[in-house]
Structures are given as C-alpha cells and as structure tokens.
Nanobody, 126 residues
C-alpha cells in the first residue's frame, strides 16, 4: 500500500522557520513535489525534486526561502521553510510521481503526480 505521510506543520510568526517531512512507503517515485492550498484558492506548486539526482525546482514565490531535499535511505522528502510570510499560510501536501511515467527534471502541475499525502497545516501569523 502506497502512503505519503506529512509532518511538521504548525503555527509560526512571520520571519520564522518550519521544516516539513514527507515519509513515503510502498513505492519509489521518480519525482516528488510540494504543493499548497489556501482557503478559496487552487492548489499551487511550491517545489519539486528529481529524486535520484536531487535536482530541485521552486515556485518564484518561495525561491530563496524554501529548500527541498530528500533522504533516499529513509525514502523521505523534506521542505525547509525560512523567512515565512503570512501569505505562506496554507495546507501543504507532498506528492509522488510514478517511475513508469515520462521522466523529466521538473513537474509543476498537480496532474503530474499520482499519489498525495493528507496534508499538514502551516499558519504564519503577522
């Protein structure tokens, strides 16, 4: 059974930091990504990683503040979020793309991913 389990969300003041984790079990992925969804808004891409070479990609809104990394031995994806802003408040989801699909460095659409975690709330107060 494939499972993606996020952890690490919470409440932080603007300018603070949070670290999210996504533990994957049951399957390996070619790419994994982080998305977020704020109330009343569509799910948006935050960052992604090509698993084997650890090549990363970020949305312009988080570039320079967020860093995605992975631990292959633990099959875990991480998102380090620094200099957080109130507009970063959202539910954050991790997602995995099947190895059987086309390989590319970066994927930014929700439809590019096959499995999703349940999400973790990140709230940044002003």
């Amino acid at each position: 059974q494939v499972q993606l389990q996020e952890s690490g969300g919470g409440l932080v003041q603007a300018g603070g930091s949070l670290s999210l984790s996504c533990a994957a079990s049951g399957r390996k992925f070619s790419n994994m990504g982080w998305f977020r969804q704020a109330p009343g808004k569509e799910r948006e891409f935050v960052g992604g990683i090509l698993w084997d070479i650890q090549s990363t990609d970020y949305a312009d809104s988080v570039k320079g503040r967020f860093t995605s990394s992975n631990d292959n031995a633990k099959n875990t994806l991480y998102l380090q979020m620094n200099s957080l802003k109130p507009e970063d408040t959202a539910i954050y989801y991790c997602a995995g793309r099947l190895l059987s699909r086309e390989i590319a460095l970066y994927f930014r659409r929700p439809s590019d991913y096959d499995y999703w975690g349940q999400g973790t709330q990140v709230t940044v107060s002003s």
